[in-house]
């Protein structure tokens, strides 16, 4: 799986989108940019994921940039039960249950 | 969506003493099964992929005689963490992907907190 490099932590106020970035520029042309986010004391959840096309869910929208060398989840608004640790993993589209999680961003939604 | 639930949620043992942790699918088929470590402040670290009827596959530096995983049905892979010890007091957690779906999507439990005293 290519490295990703994210910020340790990010703050947001309730009801602003959350742009969460991520960087990856060691990515190869067939592995997936995919997002999980983990609350407190919980499995992971998946979130979205996409190659190279921006992507859009209920959740989340994914933004990949053209040289897909990084890429940036955003919550359109954001909420307090939005607050959890999220991981962006780079990683071939097969086997989606083995990733290599690394460190995350701590996102804090405030009032 | 697919479910994957884990059991116990949280279990407090004596040191040297075996726990066994349950993970299961509850609406699809897996064939392959993977368990995860997290200590407190740390991220997830993959500890053995399960696979359906054959041997689990172990990654480096984790004791496959310590951590016995079976996974014997397409829906339930076992944990079994023996003679365990204060040190194995960790945050476990397993995932699956599911037999005919797009493969994209990994659905994990909800973690299972082994305390060992």
């Known amino acids: 799986d290519a490295k990703t490099t994210q910020p340790t932590s990010m703050d947001c106020a309730e009801g602003r989108a959350a742009n969460l970035p991520c960087n990856h520029s060691t990515i190869s042309g067939n592995e997936y940019v995919y997002w999980y986010r983990q609350i407190h004391s919980q499995g992971p959840q998946y979130i979205i994921h996409g190659l190279k096309n921006n992507e859009t869910n209920e959740m989340a929208s994914l933004i990949i940039t053209e040289d897909r060398k990084s890429s940036t989840l955003i919550l359109p608004h954001a909420t307090l039960r939005d607050t959890a640790v999220y991981y962006c993993?780079?990683?071939?589209?097969?086997?989606?249950?083995?990733?290599?999680f690394g460190d995350g961003t701590t996102l804090t939604v405030k009032p | 969506g697919a479910v994957v639930s884990q059991h116990p949620s949280w279990v407090i043992c004596k040191s040297g003493t075996s726990v066994k942790i349950e993970c299961r699918s509850l609406d699809f088929q897996a064939t392959t099964m993977f368990w995860y470590r997290q200590f407190p402040k740390q991220s997830l670290m993959l500890m053995a992929t399960?696979?359906?009827?054959?041997?689990?596959?172990?990654e480096q530096g984790v004791e496959k005689d310590k951590f016995l995983i079976n996974h014997a049905s397409l829906t339930l892979s076992t944990l079994t963490v023996t003679s365990a010890h204060p040190e194995d007091s960790s945050f476990y957690i397993c995932?699956?992907?599911?037999?005919?779906?797009?493969?994209?999507?990994?659905?994990f439990g909800q973690g299972t907190r082994l305390t060992v005293v």
């Open positions: 995932s699956a992907t599911r037999i005919g779906g797009s493969n994209t999507e990994a659905f």
């Open positions: 993993i780079v990683r071939l589209n097969t086997n989606a249950g083995k990733s290599t």
């Open positions: 399960s696979n359906e009827g054959s041997k689990a596959t172990y």
